[in-house]
């Protein structure tokens, strides 16, 4: 087999940090791999790719010109000749689709987010049948496919993108004296709820001295700024887009994630495996892997006042915290160990290989 692994882009995060290991599995299956990418926005998850001997084609053009990136995905994949198409996320899942069926490619697609645009959504599910199976990124998402894109069982498969490293770096514990440390990874984005944190953060009462981290880049940067100002959050720093999130999650003693939506929230799993505990909003696969009391707490998205107080029962045990961090790492490391990571990847592997031509199917 020769897959071609259609993505929206190349930026840092999000559905692009799992590729190498995805992808990993898939030729470790004895397929032949490339990534061809529809825009490049910031280029930080391309380094990855090519690091794990990819091979990485990427169009410069935009995000809003459909057509000329459908031209180029068309000749691109002429080109290089795939026998299938695997597509993540909307705009490169409705491209390879009409390529899929053009050309008599089978198309298997990626679901990864929680939060579809209405518009996405009904286009999406317009065309679900041109896919021959859909993989939802976790089981919240997957259940979100089937209900919201009408995928019957028999087409939809669950892959956990995130896949542990036993070995990864570990935080070090609390100590009494220190400034309790809190952090946080994502694009500065309203989805990712970090002006619900810095209104929780001005509410939180402890006596724990603590700072919060936030470590990512976005338009909302400034907005963000001026807030923190405004409510006197003086305890807040944005570090900027985090090049080493082991490095930058080892440095701290608890992690945050006060999302308004989220599919699986790689960055949160990425922490719990580093011992940390987890403080979340109750969205997509953190409503089960932050397990309250054990593992983290988990509050309504959107609600300051109940973030602030789970923080704030953190800060009230300070020591607690690097209990509660093993058990968040004993959790991901059973739930998402390499050996399951990749057996589901060649089951998935061994379903393409039974594919024949791209017409829709029932």
Request: hydrophobic residues 50%; glycine residues 10%; contains cysteine.
């Amino acid at each position: 087999m020769r897959i071609a692994y259609v993505i929206n882009s190349v930026e840092g995060g999000g559905a692009a940090s799992p590729v190498p290991a995805v992808l990993g599995v898939l030729r470790d299956g004895g397929a032949d791999v490339a990534v061809f990418a529809l825009t490049p926005r910031d280029r930080r998850g391309e380094a990855a790719m090519r690091a794990a001997g990819l091979a990485v084609y990427v169009r410069d053009g935009g995000e809003g010109d459909h057509v000329a990136a459908l031209r180029w995905l068309d000749a691109e994949l002429r080109a290089w000749g795939p026998t299938h198409l695997w597509t993540s996320l909307t705009r490169a899942t409705l491209l390879g689709q009409l390529i899929g069926l053009r050309r008599g490619w089978p198309v298997v697609s990626w679901q990864h987010a929680a939060f579809l645009k209405p518009a996405n959504r009904v286009l999406l599910r317009m065309m679900q049948r041109a896919s021959r199976l859909w993989i939802g990124d976790s089981a919240a998402v997957t259940r979100l496919t089937a209900a919201r894109l009408h995928v019957p069982a028999r087409r939809l498969v669950q892959w956990s993108i995130f896949r542990t490293d036993p070995a990864a770096r570990q935080a070090k514990p609390w100590q009494p004296g220190e400034r309790l440390r809190i952090g946080t990874l994502g694009r500065l984005h309203p989805v990712k709820g970090y002006d619900v944190l810095i209104e929780a953060i001005a509410r939180v009462t402890a006596a724990t001295p603590f700072d919060v981290v936030i470590a990512g880049d976005g338009a909302e940067r400034g907005a963000l700024e001026a807030l923190a100002a405004a409510r006197s959050v003086t305890n807040v720093r944005f570090a900027g887009y985090a090049t080493d999130p082991a490095e930058f999650l080892a440095t701290c003693h608890l992690y945050v994630q006060p999302s308004r939506s989220e599919g699986l929230c790689v960055a949160a799993h990425e922490a719990m495996q580093a011992g940390l505990p987890v403080v979340a909003s109750r969205v997509g696969e953190l409503a089960d892997s932050v397990v309250e009391g054990v593992t983290g707490r988990l509050v309504a998205p959107g609600d300051a006042a109940a973030l602030a107080e789970a923080l704030s029962a953190c800060l009230a045990e300070p020591r607690a915290l690097a209990e509660m961090g093993q058990a968040a790492r004993a959790r991901v490391l059973d739930r998402f160990g390499p050996d399951r990571f990749a057996a589901t990847g060649l089951a998935i592997l061994d379903r393409l290989a039974t594919f024949g031509s791209g017409a829709p199917v029932s």
